[in-house]
């Protein structure tokens, strides 16, 4: 993979093709974006405005800079994520196409770019070399040092040990690491944590989303909800008893820098709009404006759900506090939280003890995975 080969299916691929608003890796993946290069515009979005896409601008203010972190970061993203992320170029070996190694190279390079994009927030695609930096230095920077689950002790309040853990994410997914970790009670049973996609650029912490993404049996889990509930307090209610505590555990291991909470990533919401189009196309009975308004209320849910977690801490709280909310200096809320952080919460106090333990020895660190 050479320098010259990523830059030039960057300009002469991707940017034609998110004209268009559907980008080939082998696969389409919708996406769509005009591209200004230091103050010229190079291409404009061709889909309808009717079609309801929010367009970003991919602004490029010094293009030297931009190519030279974008290489960094396709051949950073190339080594870090598992072949598994890649094993669908294995089927164009299936194909029996004449250059297959050249055009797997290309998928490649485009698949890693696109992924890349799709996980870009409006702020990004307005400072894409802030942002690349930010990427890039994610990479090197998971936030416990180690893949390995860990112990951080027992919660007398809940009567649980809990456990944290980090892990690779999937290269499609909003950060190269993320959180998981759950509650073993007295008597054996496991409560999952969500995970929690989280990134650390060594400026800020950033936050994507706190979701689950296992079935539960909710009658089987209830019990020990409540028993959480007994480290709490009742103006925390609104989501499970365990996501508070999760979202808790981010704070406390996150004390020594903002933590910048992104809540909408336009190109994510420009696919499912495009795939809603392209349904509705096929299916006539369908309504689009019905398909619309559903997307939009589970967006705003979202949104609201997930800067939720943080107001409910803090009416119980002292020592966190949002410098700014979405809009107020660019599309993202951001979160501070002042020493020392002291909750009405018992749990709350309990585990933010805990994690002080625990990022107070003097831990081997790991090479990276």
């Not at 608003?21 to 996406?31: K, P, Q, S, T, V």
């Not at 797997?104 to 930096?133: G, H, R, W």
């Not at 969500?194 to 994507?208: M, R, S, V």
Request: a negative charge; proline letters at 4%; one cysteine or more.
């Amino acid at each position: 993979m050479f320098d010259n080969q990523i830059i030039d299916i960057f300009y002469n691929k991707i940017v034609l093709e998110a004209q268009k608003g559907r980008i080939d890796c082998y696969f389409a993946i919708n996406i769509a974006f005009n591209l200004v290069v230091e103050n010229r515009v190079v291409s404009h979005c061709q889909v309808p405005s009717s079609d309801g896409l929010l367009i970003p601008t991919l602004k490029i203010s010094n293009q030297e800079q931009f190519n030279q972190l974008l290489v960094q970061y396709v051949k950073r993203a190339t080594n870090f994520y598992p072949a598994k992320n890649f094993a669908f170029l294995n089927d164009i070996d299936t194909l029996n196409i004449k250059n297959a190694t050249a055009l797997k190279e290309e998928y490649l390079i485009k698949y890693v770019i696109s992924t890349l994009f799709a996980n870009a927030s409006f702020s990004d695609f307005d400072d894409p070399i802030a942002f690349l930096k930010s990427r890039i230095a994610m990479f090197d920077n998971p936030i416990l040092k180690t893949t390995e689950a860990t112990h951080l002790g027992y919660l007398d309040t809940i009567k649980a040990n809990i456990y944290i853990q980090e892990e690779k994410s999937p290269i499609k997914s909003e950060t190269p690491y993320r959180l998981t970790g759950h509650l073993q009670f007295d008597d054996g049973y496991i409560l999952d944590f969500p995970e929690i996609y989280l990134g650390n650029d060594q400026d800020k912490y950033i936050l994507y989303g706190i979701q689950k993404t296992k079935p539960v049996d909710e009658i089987t889990e209830r019990p020990y909800l409540k028993q959480i509930r007994k480290g709490l307090i009742a103006k925390l209610n609104g989501a499970p008893e365990h996501y508070f505590l999760a979202v808790a555990v981010l704070l406390s291991l996150c004390n020594d820098q903002d933590i910048k909470i992104v809540p909408f990533l336009v190109e994510r919401w420009n696919a499912k709009r495009i795939a809603m189009h392209n349904k509705v196309k096929r299916n006539s009975s369908l309504s689009l404006s019905d398909l619309e308004e559903n997307q939009e209320k589970i967006q705003e849910n979202i949104t609201q759900i997930l800067l939720r977690y943080f107001t409910k801490i803090m009416d119980t709280s002292e020592g966190l506090e949002f410098i700014a909310w979405p809009f107020e200096i660019d599309s993202n809320a951001y979160l501070r939280i002042n020493k020392p952080f002291i909750s009405r919460c018992p749990v709350f106090n309990e585990l933010n003890d805990l994690i002080a333990t625990y990022k107070s020895l003097d831990f081997q660190e790991k090479p990276h995975l």
